[in-house]
């Protein structure tokens, strides 16, 4: 089940928001475990069961990692260990195990079997979450969460589960344990539940469209206008995808009184690669820079110990989101990029104009989902040729055709993946206060809209839930 079909936005959303404000407070954490568990295996009823057991254990081993954290260090940091290793032994075997069977098949004496596992939905986020919670409880930034309810809450709470924002547990532990859901918050929930899914259908999708027509288009007779078109709209594309899906995440949460982290801060603005991860899947990067890159030593101790640290995050980064080598490529690729940007080119870059440096930025990015987009590494590399006319011409005629019709739809996107709209919505409304009804009367629309296009046009998942 997805936030954008019909079954959840008419039936299971309206359900749960009856019941949850049916029962009294004290059960409501209840009702949203059961209903977390309910919309997981809707689509994956075989890995409930192991979404249970991945959080059960790490309950569990808590109250040894609690007890042993000030008496004796080394008994907590055994138990933080084993906590830890079930976590991502859960994450390899569904994730990596396979990949690393291929690989290891070609050395002489590994003939290891492939077992074709279907990979959980999610669990990559979930486990995320559960590990936070770990090492924050082993170095005392967390208290231990007794309630066995309220920890399974907060690693498969449905608005959050399948593809984040990675909430840290200390970041909603309050609100665990209570909240006060009001109007005003459910009100404001319901209106980023509507941004985000007018981002997902009414953008997301169509340039979804676009990106897979350049796609078969490349395919069928390479040229730099199919090449280009394939880059562009997968940029957007999953711009749009991936951070409307966030925005009806956090909007979600708010209904239920929770405030989740932001995930996207309009990172097709940004001017500089850097600049780019900090607004970019935000809670990714953020989690990475605690519970790694900090801990390894930071920005201190040195440049080598730096590049060290950068290309151990880098490298994680890109296997996170896949186990394949076109992902390791891309965290490669961001980490020269990044390294080039910190120790090399950093005086260049300051003295360029900022439209500049913002063009130079969303290339480089626009280049590396290509990387993100496409595992057959030799189809990568032909369409970087297309890209700047190597071994194929400008494009047939219904590459322009194509070109012509979902241009206004690409203007559009660029405009909405800027703060414009949103400082132009909120001057109007600040400068008339009677236009205050637009909110509503916004929300109605791109929520009837967005209907429509559902009903018309097949399931599209989000992008994300392949990680």
């Not at 003295?351 to 290509?370: D, K, N, Q, S």
Request: charged fraction near 15%; charge should be positive; include cysteine.
């Amino acid at each position: 089940m997805v936030f954008s079909s019909l079954v959840f936005l008419y039936a299971f959303l309206p359900l749960v928001l009856l019941v949850y404000y049916l029962v009294p407070r004290r059960f409501r954490n209840l009702v949203l475990l059961v209903f977390s568990l309910l919309f997981y295996g809707w689509g994956e009823p075989k890995y409930v069961l192991l979404m249970v057991f991945s959080f059960s254990a790490a309950y569990a081993f808590g109250f040894s990692i609690a007890k042993y954290r000030v008496e004796n260090p080394r008994r907590a940091r055994f138990w933080t260990l084993l906590s830890v290793s079930v976590s991502l032994l859960s994450l390899f075997f569904f994730k990596y195990y396979d990949f690393t069977a291929a690989n290891l098949s070609h050395l002489p004496f590994w003939n290891l079997p492939l077992l074709g596992l279907r990979l959980p939905i999610g669990i990559s986020f979930y486990t995320f979450q559960i590990l936070s919670y770990t090492l924050d409880l082993y170095r005392g930034n967390a208290e231990l969460q007794r309630n066995y309810v309220r920890f399974g809450t907060y690693v498969s709470l449905f608005p959050q589960l399948i593809a984040g924002p990675i909430v840290r547990y200390r970041e909603i532990a309050a609100e665990l344990q209570e909240r006060r859901e009001t109007v005003s918050d459910f009100a404001a929930g319901v209106e980023r539940f509507c941004i985000g899914l007018s981002k997902k259908v009414l953008l997301g999708d169509p340039l979804a469209s676009g990106y897979l027509y350049f796609r078969e288009s490349l395919a069928r007779s390479p040229s730099a206008l199919a090449a280009w078109g394939q880059v562009i709209f997968y940029a957007f594309h999953l711009y749009f995808d991936f951070s409307g899906y966030s925005d009806m995440a956090i909007g979600l949460g708010r209904m239920f009184g929770f405030r989740f982290p932001e995930n996207f801060n309009y990172p097709y603005i940004a001017t500089s690669i850097s600049d780019f991860w900090r607004r970019w899947h935000i809670t990714l990067s953020s989690w990475f820079r605690e519970y790694v890159y900090i801990p390894l030593g930071g920005n201190r101790k040195g440049k080598w110990r730096q590049v060290r640290n950068l290309a151990i995050v880098w490298l994680l980064t890109g296997f996170w989101h896949g186990a394949d080598w076109n992902f390791l490529l891309w965290g490669v690729y961001f980490l020269v990029l990044l390294l080039l940007e910190r120790f090399l080119l950093k005086d260049v870059l300051d003295i360029l104009p900022r439209f500049l440096r913002r063009f130079l930025t969303v290339f480089a990015v626009f280049l590396g989902f290509l990387l993100f987009s496409e595992q057959n590494l030799a189809v990568v590399w032909q369409t970087l040729g297309c890209l700047f006319g190597v071994n194929c011409g400008l494009g047939d005629a219904l590459d322009f055709y194509h070109w012509k019709t979902l241009f206004p739809l690409l203007l559009i996107a660029a405009f909405c993946a800027t703060p414009l709209p949103k400082r132009i919505f909120s001057a109007v409304l600040k400068r008339k206060k009677r236009f205050g009804v637009l909110r509503p009367a916004f929300c109605a629309f791109v929520l009837l809209l967005s209907t429509a296009f559902l009903v018309a046009r097949s399931f599209s998942p989000f992008e994300y839930f392949q990680f």
